[in-house]
């Protein structure tokens, strides 16, 4: 299968979809942009070409000016996936004095665009200023939309394969990984198997669960993690590993202790909870945080999480 590349440097890349193994290309800013083009049909689908891709980056001015100016309408409708849950939420409570979001100003942006539409429109960015991050686009009712972004990296960028080797079987790796995070966290005697190596963010994520009964005596609280897009993405690297892209969220429901009528010590700021609800003494509360991860599975098919971005997403009071 061909590959070609633009930017800086002329190379291919490998980009998976975890519906199918997909080959890529990669390219910088600084080119012309254009339309995308559209297949004929029903479904309408662009077809992605790397100007077409670089064309939908500008969503992410857009969405700057949209949060600053507190118009969610345009959250809305720029937004998808995860980012459409906060982008749904968040902005109202932003309206009733939460604080606003602050999206940096992207440069010096890379795109990865997969060669196959089977598992719809998108592609996946990497902004290197002010500080290293990734992005994932999808082509959404007619329209691009940010799906996941920006998630931070926590070190060094990894560098993406020039050669692809080994797809099939790291796909079948990388569909594994949002499960198996739902596994860590509710597993914390470990006996799934699941494991991150020392000093991982997710241990951290973990150890503070489950710490978060004790912190809240004598209320109640209880925590479900779930899946917060039932889709990923992942890119392959040069080591034959790969990196996903994908998203969970955490449901913390805290009621009063026995005998009492409010909790005592609300996991969430009287600030927040006010945006959020319109309530300052809530008798309950049910929040919604979003968690935001790269994940890095080696060839061996060891995970450790570079890339992380909590968000309150949403609160509601009983």
Not at 51 to 65: C, G, K, M, V, Y
Not at 157 to 172: F, G, K, Y
Not at 185 to 192: C, K, N, Q
Request: proline share 7%.
């Amino acid at each position: 299968m061909g590959l070609m590349g633009w930017g800086r440097r002329r190379r291919g890349v490998s980009v998976l979809s975890l519906a199918g193994v997909l080959a890529g290309v990669v390219a910088c800013g600084g080119q012309p942009v254009a339309e995308p083009v559209f297949s004929e049909g029903a479904s309408a689908s662009p077809v992605l070409t790397v100007e077409a891709a670089e064309a939908a980056l500008e969503i992410l001015p857009e969405l700057r000016e949209a949060w600053r100016e507190t118009d969610c309408d345009k959250v809305e409708s720029l937004t998808g996936w995860a980012e459409g849950e906060l982008g749904a939420t968040v902005c109202k409570a932003v309206r009733n004095g939460r604080r606003g979001v602050n999206l940096p100003s992207y440069s010096d942006i890379e795109v990865f665009l997969p060669a196959e539409d089977e598992d719809g429109a998108w592609f996946t960015a990497l902004a290197r200023k002010p500080d290293p991050a990734y992005f994932v686009f999808a082509y959404e009712s007619g329209t691009w939309r940010l799906a996941l972004g920006p998630i931070p990296l926590l070190g060094k960028v990894p560098e993406p394969d020039s050669v692809p080797t080994a797809a099939a079987d790291m796909i079948v790796k990388a569909r594994l990984v949002p499960q198996q995070y739902l596994t860590y966290l509710t597993d914390p005697a470990g006996v799934s198997g699941v494991a991150f190596p020392s000093g991982d963010p997710v241990r951290t994520v973990l150890a503070e669960l489950l710490r978060t009964p004790r912190r809240v005596r004598p209320d109640r609280i209880s925590v479900d993690v779930r899946l917060a897009v039932d889709s990923a993405r992942a890119l392959l690297l040069d080591d034959g590993g790969a990196l996903v892209f994908h998203a969970i969220t955490l449901v913390f429901t805290q009621k009063p202790g026995s005998g009492r009528r409010a909790i005592r010590h609300p996991r969430y700021a009287t600030a927040d909870v006010r945006a959020f609800t319109g309530k300052s003494k809530p008798g309950s509360l049910t929040g919604s945080e979003i968690v935001f991860l790269i994940t890095r599975v080696s060839a061996a098919g060891k995970m450790s999480t570079i890339g992380l971005r909590r968000e309150l997403a949403h609160i509601t009071a009983g």
